[in-house]
């Protein structure tokens, strides 16, 4: 039993290692360096503080640096800080009490550039860099051990107390009995072995591995089989919002136009489909203050906008996200990109300043030889174009504000329509001389599948709590709309979380709904305040900055595609699609496996117990043993491991997701299932010892009447075990059907019960005789009563159900 355990968890593990092996794409990181008077490169490993490292757009960095030198440059630091679009970088010094998100004069270890080039200077490698502190707080993350850990703990010292309980009973029966010595010892250390249920842990390892596998199925690899079941118990789901509750994937949903003028925009994502409307009409594409916007929009704009190479691939942006929602906002209102561009070529630009938050460039057209187009942080723009009067800007900067507070990130727009766009003025040049064209308010859109998955777990008892490093108004908008955040609820970010006590923190979790730029051991300390309070928490990510809460959670679950090596690493479960919806899938199939753990529970416990009690009945009555050793250990060995491992087997009910989340205190032998075993083992036990001390009293042989009782005990647990397939429905429907492992377990079982009755040498091993065909019918009647006491309570338990108002 421990060797087939053993092999059966190895080989599930393996296999998901091995599939974590594939998801990898190993490659040595190579950087640029100034060495020795000139440029060489190296590989990352190589680094070493004071090194001078050059990067440009698409370059990964190697290691913690200061910079010294930049032009442009901006770094997607979402894998670090959870920030979802490129952060703008300078080489101004920042206080040091800067949060991390916030320092722009470094650039950190496993970000990358996306655009700019810049040089730096290497102030940390390996470990002391942020991403190898990170990796310091999770090995230093205690894993705590799992729900089923827990109670199985709790169940086996209760389960030896008893048995030895038993031992010392059976034996004082025995010699009070006058039985030989060495009968009694047997029957009692056969007793201790049917006591325990050794089929339990293999069930139970292969219970896990089937959910496992049914897992892998729906996109989720288990990296650890205990992961399963914890599922099935969690209470909380934190999870990060960038690229997991979100697309990723910057969509432009609102326009302002001065007058004032609003416009939607719809559709999500880079796809360039989705109606442009002002008001409930389409917008008109010719509206010269509409065509303006946009055409600001797409000119002043450094992105592409790529369209699928194939069927299955997707459209995508290359360069700054912000920019491609502006080109797939401009496709949107008909406009061609690059025809526009042919005729519309650059011929000076301003680049995006991060100091200034501005951006400019000069196209020839043909209306306006010298048209200048300027895009920017509303308050940036709206300084150049003070000229126009303070009643307009005051309107455009309400409405900025306006779209602030929806979690939209806000760009503005003016143009100046002659001017030689000097360098060397920069934009103080423009200031007084700019007309305001627009807003367009940008957002990262939920994913769609993601609000229906959200109030399934409420229905199923689970609270998801956003932990995100993204602006706190900008999560809270995000989890109000799917659900996440409800009434009463608020966001708290990192400062204020710093400031709150463990006892506060305990003491606010309910009412908090979102963590917003939160550092690596502050999302620790989230998910041990949870964990204080009782929860069993999964924690989702896909970040380098998620791996010490992955760690530490009951369930760490990384995304697959987006997710770092270090994020999945720490996770117990990765999912390979990136989708939300999959981690439910999970949860309901760990929930599954508990169920299907419980009925083995149920079935293994009531059948001990009714072998023991017959035991027990026969000493106490002064009747001879009703079953010789060697048959009890058939019972347990054979009949029981038939049909144990295959009833968990079974697939699930479908109410899974309606029932509330397993508490983390529950015993393996809860209210319900003693009550069960109540009924079902004193019925088991009294059919048995009953037609044993029967057919005594008729004066049959000993031989062939412990042979009937052997038989009759193997037929109630054939009987049991389709009792225990469901606390209430009927197990006279197709149940069994549905679970054809089972179906094939009971045909086995009977096989080999025909064997030991009617093969010589098993008669001879086994003390049976061979019993003629049809004194088996009245035996298999007499089981049946098991069946049919089991249904009549379920009756009464589906009406009691449908008598609830």
Known sequence: MVLVNALIGTFQEGRAERSMAALRRLAALRVRVLRDGGEQVVEARELVPGDVVLLAAGDAVAADARLIEEAQLQVAEAALTGESVPVSKSVAAVPEAT????RHCMVYSGTHVTSGRARAVVVATGTHTEVGRIAGLTERAEEPKTPLELRLEQFGRALVAAALGLFVLVVLLGLWRQLPLSEVLMVAISQMVSMVPEGLPVAMTIALAVGMQRMADRGAIIRRLSAVETLGSTTVICSDKTGTLTR??????ALWLPGPRGITVGGIGYVPEGAVLEGARPADPADPALRDLLLGASLC??????????ERAAWTVLGD???????VLARKAGITLEALRRQAPREAELPFDSDTKLMATRHRTASAPRRVWIKGAPEAVLRLCAAEGGAAVQAARDAAEGMATQALRVLAFATVDDDALDAAAGFDALAGRARLLGLVGQI???????????????????RPIMVTGDHKLTGLAIARELGIARDGERAVDGPELERMGEADLRDALPGIAVFARVQPAQKLRIVEALQARGEVVAMTGDGVNDAPALARADVGVAMGITGTEVAKSAAKIVITDDNFATIVGAVQQGRV??????KVLLYLFATSMAEVLVLLLALMSGFPLPLAAVQILWINIVTEGTVTVNLVMDPADGDEMRRAPVPRDDRLLGAELLRRVALMTPLIAGVTFGWFAWRLEQGVALEIVRTETFTVLAMCQWFNVLNCQSARASALGLR??????????????????ALVLYAPPMNALFHTV??????LLPLLALASVVLWTEEARKLWVRSQRRAQP
């Open 321 to 327: 996200p912000t920019e491609g929602a502006l080109l």
């Open 770 to 775: 061979p019993l003629p065909l049809d004194s």
């Open 301 to 310: 704009n450094d992105a592409q906008l790529l369209a699928p190479e194939d």
């Open 593 to 598: 496996v508990y169920a299907n753990l419980k």
């Open 99 to 102: 949060g991390l998100a916030d």
């Open 736 to 753: 069994i059907v549905r679970n054809h492992w089972l179906l094939g377990g009971l045909t086995l079982s009977v096989l080999l019960q």
């Open 248 to 253: 990723n994937e910057m969509t432009a949903v």
């Open 444 to 462: 990262d859109p939920p994913r769609e599948e993601v609000k229906l998955s959200v109030a399934e777990c409420r229905v199923a008892g689970i």
